[in-house]
């Protein structure tokens, strides 16, 4: 099997793409980027059973991870990353048949996969088994309109699609676990350079951030003609809040 897909990009590589048109070309790239999927979800296969076997003993390795690193001269944390993926997918079955047919790419199978591990760790207690598979089911769904990132933000509120009576308890209580951790790492200092000038450091909640912008823009719009600040672009430090 190896063989015949080395032989196969041989051949693509060798053909010539004069004549190829937009769409052609488009269509093109659809079905190579579908192809990497499958070999990455074929690769992952092969990668689990790695584990299994043990294959780090054939050269003294110390992980799966480690092997795979060494092998293929990824980075150790690209090659832990791979090796998670692998076994995960072993678990959910659903995921892992939408990667070998195409249908969701590495990068969104990863999303998806810390989602729902974030959804076994951080849910309710005793969460039932069923939900977390049609939590899984979801974000495969999800993965034809949406990018890992957007899968992400999804995933941290899937509960509340699959499992309303569970999800609203629990997005509650992730919002509060948020707003504590936000106010732990409030930090504000100043500190004056001699020269007539005063520098400082914050880190501060969203709403909070929102508020001191409007602030800084209140005390500096306040002296300037109305036209020119209609005209004028946001501070620097308005444009990083």
Known sequence: MVETIDAALDEGHAASLIGLDQAATA???????QVASRLDALTATVLAHAVEVRVEE??????????????????????????KLAVALSRFTALAEALVEGRVNTEQAHAIVGALRDLETDGPAELEPVVVEQAEKHLVDCADGFDAKHLKVLGRHVLTVVAPEVGEAHEAKLLEDEERRAAERTRLTFASDGHGMVHGRFSIPALH???????????????????????????PVAAEI
């Open 27 to 33: 269509n093109l790239l659809r079905g190579l980027a």
């Open 209 to 235: 951030g929102a508020m001191l912008a409007k602030a800084i823009q209140a005390l500096t719009w306040a002296t300037q003609d109305p036209a020119e600040v209609r005209q004028s672009k946001p501070t």
């Open 58 to 83: 054939t050269n003294g390795a110390t992980t799966t991870a480690t092997w795979w690193a060494d092998a293929t001269t990824r980075t150790r944390a690209t090659a832990h990353r791979d090796v």
